[in-house]
């Protein structure tokens, strides 16, 4: 080979040396960019978690006590109704079942609470896969409550208010008999 190709051949090398230097370091640049961004949306994320479990706790203490108050007035329609004469079974049993579904309610809120507050706190140390899984297990729980308080208000408007009626609708004098 002549003293030239050798030359070219040595260039070439050293321009292919170069490149894969500037590439592994492009490579490594482009890593902590990428951890940088995640960073940065993380703070913004948990920020907005803040503001979703702060409005949180706010709707549902008053989800909550119009329940409780709601049960509680039906406890005393109940027995006064019973004090009066009237037939009412099957608005108690309505009133548990009504109890049972606000219990399963207050059970996935807590859930809901105990994930906003675990992605408020420390969730960005574990990663961006553990976040996101995290983000949709908030997502999933926040729609099996909705669901739930759907499920309540339709047992409220068409079970228990029908029953109000019926009693209402009754004499005590039909219970005599």
């Given at each position: ?91 108690e049993q309505d009133v548990a079942e009504l109890k049972t579904k606000v219990e399963k309610f207050v059970a996935d809120n807590n859930q809901y609470a105990q ?63």
């Open positions: 080979m002549k003293k030239s190709s050798y030359y070219i051949l040595a260039t070439w090398g050293i321009a292919l040396v170069v490149t894969l230097l500037n590439f592994d370091l492009s490579l490594a640049a482009n890593q902590a960019r990428q951890q940088n961004r995640f960073a940065d949306k993380c703070t913004q994320a948990q920020e907005r978690v803040t503001t979703r479990l702060n409005n949180h706790n706010t709707i549902y203490d008053k989800h909550h006590n119009a329940y409780n108050n709601l049960i509680t007035r039906l406890e005393t329609f109940i027995t006064k109704a019973k004090a009066a004469g009237y037939d009412t079974a099957k608005l994930t906003l507050t675990q992605l408020q706190t420390g969730t960005c140390n574990q990663g961006e896969t553990t976040f996101r899984d995290s983000l949709t297990q908030a997502r999933t729980q926040v729609k099996a409550m909705h669901e739930g308080a759907q499920t309540i208000r339709a047992f409220i408007r068409e079970t228990i208010k029908t029953g109000i009626a019926v009693i209402r609708a009754q004499t005590p004098a039909q219970n005599a008999n």
